[in-house]
C-alpha cells in the first residue's frame, strides 16, 4: 500500500463519508470519480483497487499532483484497501469487463455479474457492517437486486449488505430528460427540472407528471412527450452506434460525486435504490427519489401519475426477474 499526499492542508470536518474505497479506480469512471472526490475534497481518504496495479499508481501521483493545482490537498489517495482492515463509509463500485455495447447495457450483465460474484467478499469487507455500497457497474438495477439476492440478508441483521445500504447510480437518465425537453422545446436545459425513475435503461420512467421549466409546472401534449420519450430511449442505442470504447467519462464522475454530497446531506435525489419499503411497488431495485438517513437509503417518492406508477412497477418486476435468472443462470464459475 502506498500513499500519495499527506493531508496537509485540512479544509474542513466532513462528518460523512469520512472515507471512500474505489472498486475498478484505474477505469474511465473510476478514476473520474477518484479525480472529482479528491478534487472537491469530499472526503478524508479514497482507497483505490483495481486489478491494474500500475495505472492505479499513474492516477493516485497524477490526481495528487492536480490536487495541488486546484489548491486543496485534504483528501488523501492510498492504492489498495485499508491496511488494517478498517471498513470505509462508502464502497463505489466501478469495476467492469470491458464494455462492448450494442445498444442494451443489460448485455454486461453476464460478464459484470460473475465479476460481482467475485468482488463480494472484498465489498463485503470493505462496508463492514454500515458502509454504503454504491454501484455504477452496469446492468445498475439488475446488479443492485443481484446483489441483494447474493447477499440474502434481511435489513435487520448485522453482517452481510443490508438492501438498504446498497444503491445504484443512475442520474443521468434525468440529466438526459432535461437534455431532450430542452431540444424538444428550443430552450437552455438548466431551465428544465425533471426527474426519470426506473431502470437505467429500457425501463426508464420519466417524470412528465413532474417537468418544470423555470421553476413552473410544464405540460407536454402527448405528441411532445412520445418524442422526448424517444429521445432519451435511444441515448444508449445512439452512444453504441459511435462505438467509442468509453463509457459517459465526464457526465458521471460528477454525477457520482454530486449523488455522494447530496447523501452527505441528506438531500433528495434520484438514485437506484431497495423498494422493500414502498408498499406499491414489487421488491426490487429500481431508480427513485431517495436520501440517506442514518447510513439507509430511505426512499421518498412524491406524488406520481398512475401511468408513471405502473411504469415504476413493470421496471421493479422486470429488474427481479432479470436478476433471478442471471443469479440462477450464470453461477461464478462459468
Ligand atoms: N450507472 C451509470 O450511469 C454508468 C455510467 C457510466 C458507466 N457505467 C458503467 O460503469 C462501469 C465502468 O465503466 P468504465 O468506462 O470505467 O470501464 P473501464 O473498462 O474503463 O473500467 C473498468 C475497470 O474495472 C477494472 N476491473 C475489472 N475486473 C476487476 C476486478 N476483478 N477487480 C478490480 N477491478 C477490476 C478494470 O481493470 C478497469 O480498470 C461499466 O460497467 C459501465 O457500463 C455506468
Ligand atoms: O455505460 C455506459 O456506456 C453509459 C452509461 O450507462 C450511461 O448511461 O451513462
Redesign the pocket.
Known amino acids: 500500500m502506498t500513499e500519495e499526499n499527506s493531508g496537509e492542508t485540512p479544509v474542513h470536518s466532513p462528518t460523512w463519508p469520512g472515507s471512500v474505497a474505489v ?10 470519480v477518484v479525480e472529482r472526490l479528491a478534487m472537491e475534497a469530499v472526503t478524508d481518504t479514497v482507497y483505490m ?4 496495479d500500475n ?1 492505479l499508481h499513474a492516477h493516485a501521483i497524477d490526481i495528487a499532483e492536480a490536487q495541488i493545482l486546484g489548491g486543496n490537498t485534504r483528501t488523501k489517495l492510498v492504492v489498495g484497501p485499508p491496511a488494517d482492515g478498517t471498513p470505509v463509509d462508502l464502497v463505489i463500485v ?6 462492448s ?1 450494442d445498444g442494451d ?1 443489460r448485455d ?1 450483465l453476464r460478464a ?1 455479474l460473475k ?1 460481482l460474484r ?2 463480494l467478499p472484498d465489498i463485503q469487507r470493505l462496508a463492514g457492517e454500515h458502509g454504503a455500497v454504491m ?4 446492468p ?1 438495477d439488475v446488479l443492485a437486486e443481484a446483489l441483494r439476492q447474493l447477499s440474502g440478508i434481511s435489513p435487520d441483521q448485522l453482517s452481510g449488505i443490508s438492501p438498504d445500504r446498497i444503491l ?6 434525468s440529466i438526459r430528460f432535461r437534455a431532450a425537453v430542452a431540444r424538444e422545446l428550443g430552450v437552455s436545459p438548466e431551465r428544465v427540472a425533471g426527474l426519470v425513475l426506473g431502470e ?1 435503461g429500457d425501463g426508464q420512467v420519466p417524470l412528465f407528471s413532474g417537468l418544470t421549466l423555470d421553476g413552473e409546472t410544464l405540460n407536454l401534449d402527448s405528441d411532445q412527450q412520445t418524442r422526448v420519450t424517444t429521445d432519451i430511449t435511444g441515448w444508449f442505442s445512439r452512444w453504441s452506434a459511435l462505438k467509442p470504447g ?4 465526464w ?2 464522475p460528477l ?1 457520482v460525486v454530486q449523488a455522494v454530497k447530496a447523501m452527505a446531506t441528506g438531500e433528495i435525489h434520484p438514485a437506484t435504490i431497495w423498494t422493500g419499503s414502498v408498499d406499491s411497488l414489487p421488491d426490487s431495485f429500481i431508480s427513485l427519489p431517495t436520501r440517506l438517513e442514518q447510513g439507509r437509503m430511505v426512499p421518498a417518492l412524491g406524488p406520481i401519475s398512475e401511468a408513471e406508477k405502473e411504469g415504476l412497477t413493470e421496471a421493479a418486476k422486470s429488474v427481479t426477474a432479470a436478476a433471478a435468472r442471471a443469479v440462477q443462470d450464470f453461477p461464478g464459475t462459468q
Open positions: 472498486i475498478g479506480a484505474a477505469g474511465l469512471i473510476g478514476a473520474g483497487t483495481d486489478l491494474r495505472v466501478a469495476a467492469s469487463a470491458p464494455e455495447p447495457r454486461f459484470n465479476l467475485l468482488l454501484l455504477l457497474s452496469n445498475v445504484g447510480y443512475s442520474l443521468n437518465d437505467h468509453r463509457s459517459s467519462g457526465t458521471t454525477g
